[in-house]
């Protein structure tokens, strides 16, 4: 189990991280600046999910990440979430969220259950943009339910989350030895697990001439991982070269990155939460 203080830190870590890359990076900073209005939320948020599961201790401990949500928790602070959304976003997406305040709770319900049974795994066709409402919700609760879940020992490679199912959201390189050990970061749970170095984790491709790997001068530790047989790319944040960085927020900065993968014919394989 993580403690409160850890995990608000852990938040206060990405606040940080954003506001340095919003400094550094123009091309970033607008989406930058929103997404620390929506850390400063989820903190708050994953803070008052910890109290509130605490005080139903009669409650049996969730046994699959994915079990039911609980509702009579999440729901009161729905209202509060979609008009700091309404205040801060881009415009699209601020009438979005105006336009989902105005729906009975039971499309709140529909779309938040939706989104936490199928995210990460069914979701290719939605567009990001629709996805983010519940997605920005519903993360620190999925990352609360991983704190509380054990560790299955890895045996091997797998490509989707070993914890929920999600496909990953990029790479993570840590130091480890001389040289880096690679990891996915889950695109819906925010759990790591480690993964080969050279391996397409979208069709497992293993020929390191099928696999290209691809720097911008801008954000050298930020690599595009990409994979000429399918067509995929991951974006890989490697920590050998930045320990600083927060791979969650480094990757909301990789604009560039992302442009110029999409000019070269590759897709992401999951968008992050701001749809890039
Ligand atoms: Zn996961
Ligand atoms: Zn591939």
Same mark, same amino acid.
């Given at each position: 189990?993580?403690?409160? *203080? ?17 400094? *550094? ?11 620390? @209005?929506?850390?400063?939320?989820? #903190? ?16 049996? +401990? +969730?046994?699959? %990440?994915?079990?039911?949500? /609980? ?14 959304? /309404?205040?801060?976003? +881009?415009?699209?997406?601020? /009438?979005?969220?105006? *336009? ?12 938040? =259950?939706?989104? &936490? ?22 993360? +620190?609760?999925? =990352? ?24 990953? %959201? ?14 996915? %970061? ?23 001439? #099928? ?17 000429? $047989? ?13 320990? @600083? ?12 990155? $992302?442009? &110029?993968?999409? /000019? ?5 394989? *999951? ?6």
């Amino acid at each position: 189990m993580t403690s409160p *203080q850890l995990v608000s830190s852990e938040y206060d870590a990405r606040i940080r991280r954003a506001e340095r890359l919003a400094a *550094q990076h123009f091309f970033a900073s607008e989406f930058l600046d929103f997404y620390k @209005h929506i850390a400063a939320f989820q #903190k708050t948020l994953r803070a008052n999910i910890a109290a509130s599961s605490g005080v139903k201790s009669s409650s049996a +401990p +969730p046994t699959e %990440l994915r079990d039911p949500l /609980e509702l009579a928790v999440l729901l009161p602070h729905f209202r509060g979430y979609l008009s700091i959304i /309404e205040k801060h976003a +881009p415009s699209a997406l601020a /009438e979005s969220a105006r *336009q989902m305040s105005l729906l009975p709770s039971d499309s709140w319900i529909a779309s938040l =259950e939706a989104h &936490w049974e199928h995210a990460g795994k069914y979701d290719q066709q939605i567009g990001a943009f629709a996805q983010f409402l519940a997605r920005a919700f519903l993360q +620190p609760y999925a =990352e609360f339910r991983a704190a509380l879940l054990p560790r299955a020992p890895m045996v091997m490679t797998v490509r989707a989350c070993p914890l929920c199912g999600a496909r990953p %959201l990029s790479g993570v390189l840590r130091v480890e030895g001389d040289s880096g050990k690679r990891f996915l %970061l889950c695109s819906f749970c925010s759990q790591e697990w480690e993964f080969r170095r050279i391996h397409c984790p979208t069709c497992g491709e293993q020929a390191e001439g #099928k696999l290209p790997v691809y720097v911008a001068e801008q954000l050298p530790h930020i690599r595009v991982e990409a994979c000429d $047989t399918c067509k995929f790319y991951l974006t890989t944040v490697d920590l050998t070269k930045d320990g @600083h960085a927060v791979p969650l927020v480094d990757d909301l900065a990789a604009i560039p990155l $992302t442009l &110029w993968a999409h /000019e070269k014919g590759y897709s992401r394989l *999951q968008p992050n939460l701001l749809g890039t």
